[in-house]
């Protein structure tokens, strides 16, 4: 993401998540999700896992009780796939596979696109409700230009559309 200055002037600089700025990202990304879901998701007290694959994603929503799950990443439009990390998708089978036989009732996908992915994932898992985006997801980063840490971040309100599940 590029960064740009108050009058949106690009800078030069690239915003890249590392591990140097995950610690000022991760409280960001809490005050961003709480605003976003609004009183659809409890977010203040949440766990907040990075994952790179499809083993990250299950070992992370089979390592406790949890009812509801939100993905804030990448979805592939047209590929019916998650983006987790460059080079590593994971599929709707292998999120159902994931899914399957938790107490998860509830799972949002936050990337850009999600409808297809959405759908599909909903006739395989007819008892949990499945949010996705109908379209692109816009975050705005304030960084420090010389540090890349994270100053705020907010996500550009829309509906997050549901499939299935039971209606809160």
């Known amino acids: 993401m590029k960064l740009t200055d108050a009058a949106n002037k690009d800078i030069g600089k690239i915003f890249v998540l590392t591990k140097s700025n995950r610690e000022s990202f991760e409280p960001a990304l809490r005050n961003a999700l709480t605003v976003f879901m609004g009183s659809d998701a409890v977010v203040p007290g949440a766990r907040f896992v990075f994952i790179r694959g499809a083993g990250d994603f299950e070992a992370a929503v089979r390592s406790a009780e949890y009812t509801h799950v939100i993905y804030y990443g990448h979805a592939l439009d047209g590929e019916t796939a998650l983006l987790p990390a460059k080079g590593s998708k994971i599929d709707a089978d292998g999120l159902a596979r994931a899914l399957k036989g938790t107490t998860v009732t509830h799972f949002d996908i936050l990337g850009c696109r999600s409808t297809s992915i959405a759908a599909q994932l909903s006739t395989m898992l007819p008892g949990?409700?499945?949010?996705?985006l109908r379209a692109a997801r816009?975050?705005?980063?304030?960084?420090?230009?010389?540090?890349?840490?994270?100053i705020s971040l907010s996500i550009d309100r829309q509906t997050v559309l549901h499939y299935g599940g039971a209606t809160p």
């Open 138 to 150: 816009e975050d705005n980063v304030e960084a420090d230009a010389r540090t890349l840490q994270v």
């Open 128 to 132: 949990v409700r499945i949010g996705y």
